[in-house]
């Protein structure tokens, strides 16, 4: 077990009903008046932000409203939701929604205070000093940016979507209400069951040998999501299943997933090789959404890299599929292979089978696509990047070729 920092402050309310006492948590947080961000309509459509502002207003915390985060969201709205939260002097920022909303109310909480333009910190290495406390009612369980230290943003301009990583801005609240979600399309839910567990998976892959508390914690993660997944599918109000989904993204993405397993105690653990190679989908082609760019991804990754360190994947075979080698039926490396393919085949058919796509194919991309995602991820990562078996743009094309 390798050193590591593990910082989770994030005060966590989970359970029915809770979307009701935002207000009070937000009061007891020190805060009086906050920016509320939202995204495009679905909150206005299920009622949610309508209890957040009743409980808002109960507590006695004024807000003013900036709504209209797209998914993938862009720095342009970014920058306006800052001016206007410096016009009207808020001391906090509350998202109510899914991964982008929470990004965007990050990005502005570290944007309003800083003297120049907020895609500094993004592009140009800009230092993240300081924040207003960033806090969520959080509606889609997928990005687990409720609990991270990680926030992304695109600029459409530049065709680039890129992430920052601070404990400045990691969020002083998150609200989890599992009954917020029984209205997530079954898209949305599948694409969040494919974010979390490739957050689990680019750590459990981090390039470091086993640390058997971590990587149980791993598994645990993983299958409790591959028993949940599916009951939701059958009944979007099943709560447990919706509570255990709601929970597991926390847990896949807070770090607990990665503790002993980055090679510094400062740095995250892994090399984030899946999310590098779908942020580049998502920033040229906003229109699809990261898990789904993921469900292709993550798979044609694993085919590409398991020979580096075929017994990590063996142990990935067993403790989550319960797959061993048939040594005793084949020559060793036959069976190796054999096992490692038959987890990843199983990975992406779950991914499948809850409708998520099965290649780049299915978003309607082709070769001519895949050369711009190889020159800004060479711009983005440099020309080699990743922990558990470093990836050349070579590799990167070979990938996304494979992916087709
Ligand atoms: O915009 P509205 O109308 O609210 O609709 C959203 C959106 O269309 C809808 N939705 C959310 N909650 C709903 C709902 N619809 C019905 N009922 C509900 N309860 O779902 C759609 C997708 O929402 P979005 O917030 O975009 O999804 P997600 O949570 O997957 O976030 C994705 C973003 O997070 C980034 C991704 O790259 C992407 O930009 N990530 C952020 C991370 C982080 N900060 O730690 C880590 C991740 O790896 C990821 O990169
Ligand atoms: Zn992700």
Redesign the pocket.
Known sequence: MNDFTYYSPTKFVFGRGVTDAVGSEVAALGLTRVLLV??????E??G?LDRVRTSLSAAGVAYVEAGG?????EVTWVRAAIAQARKVAVDGVLAV???????AA?AVAFGTPADHDVWDFFAHGARIESCLPVASVL???????EG?????I?CDAEER?L?VSSDVFRPKLAIMDPE??????PY?TA??VT?MI??VCERYFSGVGAVPLTDQIAASIIRSLIDAAPRVMADPQDYDARATIMWAGTLA?NDLAGCGRSLSPTVRAGGWES?AL??EL?AHHPQI???AGLAVILPAWMRHVWKADPQRFLLFARDVFGIEPACDLEPADEAIADAVNCAIDELQGFFQSLGMPASLGDFDLGEADIEPLVTTLAQNKGERFGHFMPLTMDDCRAIYRSAL
């Open positions: 939202y995204g495009q309509g679905s909150v459509r299920t949610t985060v797209r998914p993938n969201p929604g899914g991964g982008s909303a929470i990004d990050k509606t889609l369980p997928a990005a687990g940016s991270s230290g990680s926030c992304v695109s979507k992430g917020l979600t029984f209205t997530l399309p949305q694409a969040g974010d490739a957050h993405h999310h779908e942020h998502s959404t990261h898990g």
